[in-house]
């Protein structure tokens, strides 16, 4: 079993900055995918910024220029910095990560969410 543990959400102010942290535990032997997803109020979860294994990026454009994405292989984490926040930011933020359980197995993991909120 694997598990995706996330911090570092909270409250800022507008033009503020917060860093999400998504680390994975359990029986990992390797971790491909790694992605962000948002998911505001009466909206569909949407995906913010993705990093491959291979290290490739992928952003949403809402967050392109504001948002970083980043890994640590050796702690099986993920990180989100995002910068020039907006009130349109706020959201709960769930990390995602497909993980190879074994040397052909992989799965899908979520994390438990972490609110975002971006004061005006």
């Known amino acids: 079993q694997v598990q995706l543990v996330e911090s570092g959400g909270g409250l800022v102010q507008a033009g503020g900055s917060l860093r999400l942290s998504c680390a994975a535990s359990?029986?990992?032997?390797?971790?491909?995918?790694m992605e962000w997803y948002r998911q505001a109020p009466g909206k569909q979860r949407e995906l913010v910024a993705g990093?491959?294994?291979?290290?490739?990026?992928n952003y949403a454009d809402s967050v392109e220029g504001r948002f970083t994405i980043s890994r640590d292989n050796a702690k099986n984490t993920v990180y989100l910095q995002m910068n020039s926040l907006k009130p349109e930011d706020t959201a709960v933020y769930y990390c995602?990560?497909?993980?190879?359980?074994?040397?052909?197995?992989?799965?899908?993991?979520w994390g438990q969410g972490t609110q975002v909120t971006v004061s005006s």
């Open positions: 995602q990560m497909v993980v190879r359980t074994a040397l052909f197995s992989t799965y899908t993991y």
């Open positions: 359990g029986r990992i032997f390797g971790i491909n995918a």
């Open positions: 990093m491959s294994s291979g290290g490739s990026t």
